[in-house]
T-cell receptor
Framework: GAVVSQHPSWVICKSGTSVKIECRSL??????MFWYRQFPKQSLMLMAT?????????EQGVEKDKFLINHASLTLSTLTVTSAHPEDSSFYIC??????????????FGPGTRLTVT | QQPVQSPQAVILREGEDAVINCSSS?????VHWYRQKHGEAPVFLMI?????EQKGHEKISASFNEKKQQSSLYLTASQLSYSGTYFC??????????FGKGTSLLVTP
């Protein structure tokens, strides 16, 4: 149980284009999903917290107009990188909070999406 | 605020033990441990919710000292499959995790 998927796993795009990344909780409902970014040999840095049916909460320094997050259902959150530039190239990972009985704080991560902007 | 992990890196021979530490300057209410292999997403190992709690997962266990605001991950009789980067994470008010910089572990034959 507690499986999270991401699509696509790997994407290359040209500078100036937009890319959408999907994050799905496959066997549980996730009221809260999180988006992280990881540069090579660095830790995971939180970008935003996404709650179903409401606006995402972005971390300081993350441009909300550039990284659009939509959490339309309890099993799907999307991250759209708009007008991507080479410095946006990174490993984007989502996680979903698994809380079946209202007491758990476990988070499960998707397999990640490697974005390369040329 | 990002927790502090130590050591940064460690190399073991198969069968040896290791300890990875995680500390915070802020009060800790829970600590999450993950292992990440190169090019893959982090895999959940365990979560500790209470001060004094200890948990085990195969030959990997962890403790949580709430008063000292720190947690330790213990790897005993390490196996080759234990190689990877270990992260501790501490939740913020919105349950998102602030991760340490990671401890790179390499187990050699």
């Amino acid at each position: 149980g507690a499986v999270v998927s991401q699509h696509p796993s790997w994407v290359i795009c040209k500078s100036g284009t937009s890319v959408k990344i999907e994050c799905r909780s496959l066997d549980f409902q996730a009221t809260t999903m999180f988006w992280y970014r990881q540069f090579p040999k660095q830790s995971l840095m939180l970008m935003a917290t996404s709650n179903e049916g409401s606006k995402a909460t972005y971390e300081q320094g993350v441009e909300k107009d550039k990284f659009l997050i939509n959490h339309a259902s309890l099993t799907l959150s999307t991250l759209t990188v708009t007008s991507a530039h080479p410095e946006d190239s990174s490993f984007y990972i989502c996680s979903a909070r698994y809380d079946p009985v209202g007491l758990s704080y476990e988070q499960y991560f998707g397999p990640g999406t490697r974005l390369t902007v040329t | 605020q990002q927790p502090v992990q130590s050591p940064q890196a460690v190399i073991l021979r198969e069968g040896e033990d290791a300890v990875i530490n995680c500390s915070s300057s802020k009060a800790l209410y829970s600590v999450h441990w993950y292992r990440q292999k190169h090019g893959e997403a982090p895999v959940f190992l365990m979560i500790l919710l209470k001060g004094g709690e200890q948990k085990g997962h195969e030959k990997i266990s962890a403790s949580f000292n709430e008063k000292k605001q720190q947690s330790s991950l213990y790897l005993t009789a390490s196996q080759l499959s234990y190689s990877g980067t270990y992260f501790c994470g501490t939740p913020n008010s919105g349950y998102a995790l602030n991760f340490g910089k990671g401890t790179s572990l390499l187990v050699t034959p």
